[in-house]
């Protein structure tokens, strides 16, 4: 990590991905942008996505932390909180976001809560018998 022209929560941050990665999640910088992450995340065990590889970028701006980090998954999923371009409908994404959140804290979300809702759901519905 050689770019002097980040910030040194970003690279702070970006350390503790790469020697602490999250369960399911592997995310690591663009060689020519490191505010731009490739991240992967595998379906979560007995889901519909269960077996799943799914790509996701996700991009620091400029003012980051103090605006949220834009996410949006580049496989196609069909799913009731991703829309058709892969775009996450995730409020710490928009009107909830705080500098105190981190990209661990996007990246965890944006996988049990996009994707595991969806298990949740499937509990409560009722099966065809």
């Not at 369960?23 to 379906?43: D, K």
């Not at 829309?83 to 105190?100: E, H, M, N, Q, T």
Request: one cysteine or more.
């Amino acid at each position: 990590m050689a770019n002097s022209n980040l910030p040194r929560r970003i690279i702070k941050e970006t350390q503790r991905l790469l020697s602490e990665p999250a369960p399911g999640i592997s995310a690591s910088p663009s060689e020519e942008n490191m505010r731009y992450f490739n991240v992967m995340i595998l379906g979560p065990a007995q889901s519909p996505y269960e077996g799943g590889v799914f790509k996701l970028e996700l991009f620091l701006p400029e003012e980051y932390p103090m605006a949220a980090p834009k996410v949006r998954f580049l496989t196609k999923i069909y799913h009731p909180n991703i829309d058709k371009l892969g775009r996450i409908c995730l409020d710490i994404l928009k009107d909830k976001w705080s500098p105190a959140l981190q990209i661990r804290t996007v990246l965890l979300r944006s996988l049990y809560l996009s994707l595991c809702v969806i298990v949740q759901l499937h509990t409560f519905l009722p099966q065809k018998t």
